[in-house]
């Protein structure tokens, strides 16, 4: 191996794994990312780990301060419907170009509903929202357009670590779960009408869930409540 190739597999390794701190709350909104204590954490050296934190600034998932460094991005309640509102496009266009799926489809969306699942029942936070992820980038993955998906992968990163929180209200787990199984359904029928109508319905609630515990904390007023 080359040592460009060792470099940049490094630098691959260092993306994925901030990116995947972020969704399992490991980092929050706002944290300072010390360069020095990541790279001790991830038995890395510090040149690739610079590199990830450029491309994850270009996709907006940090941001750098000058003379302060890196730091995870944090949204207003405005911008977190927009994340929303490019989502409910991008997706409704995947949805609606997917082909129809196969037995092996079915049975790998049920699977993956069924660790979410699990996951809640065991309240554990992690698993559900991999599981999540796991479902709906497998139902995403049945269009052919390829970047819109990667687009869509994008605006979940951003949003992952403030939609861990709406994982903890019981009801949200059984919601989750129940319109999952709703979506298979649709999806085993191949009416794409319906299945658009029940992830939107879906994608909303969930929208409607995370700008309202956003707001919660804040105080409605993008400030942080007392």
Do not use: C
């Amino acid at each position: 191996m080359t040592d460009s190739t060792a470099e940049m597999n490094a630098t691959a390794k260092a993306t994925s794994a901030l990116r995947d701190m972020v969704m399992r709350r490991r980092l929050m909104p706002g944290q300072q990312l010390r360069q020095e204590q990541l790279a001790d954490r991830l038995n890395l050296s510090r040149s690739p780990l610079r590199e990830a934190l450029r491309i994850l600034e270009t996709e907006g998932l940090v941001r750098y301060v000058v003379n302060q460094g890196y730091f995870v991005a944090e949204f207003d309640e405005s911008e977190l419907r927009q994340i929303y509102l490019m989502r409910r496009l991008l997706e409704t266009e995947l949805l609606r170009t997917a082909r129809r799926p196969t037995e092996e489809d079915l049975a790998a969306l049920r699977a993956h509903n069924q660790v979410v699942e699990a996951g809640g029942t065991a309240g554990s936070i992690t698993q559900m929202l991999v599981a999540n992820r796991r479902f709906h980038f497998a139902l995403l993955g049945l269009s052919p357009l390829r970047l819109v998906r990667r687009e869509v992968e994008r605006l979940w990163h951003l949003s992952e670590a403030y939609r861990a929180g709406y994982l903890w209200l019981p009801e949200t787990r059984a919601r989750i779960v129940a319109e999952h199984a709703m979506m298979i359904d649709a999806l085993a029928a191949f009416d794409i009408d319906r299945l658009v109508h029940t992830a939107e319905q879906h994608r909303s609630a969930s929208e409607q869930t995370v700008v309202g515990l956003f707001a919660d904390v804040t105080g409605g007023d993008g400030e942080s409540a007392s």
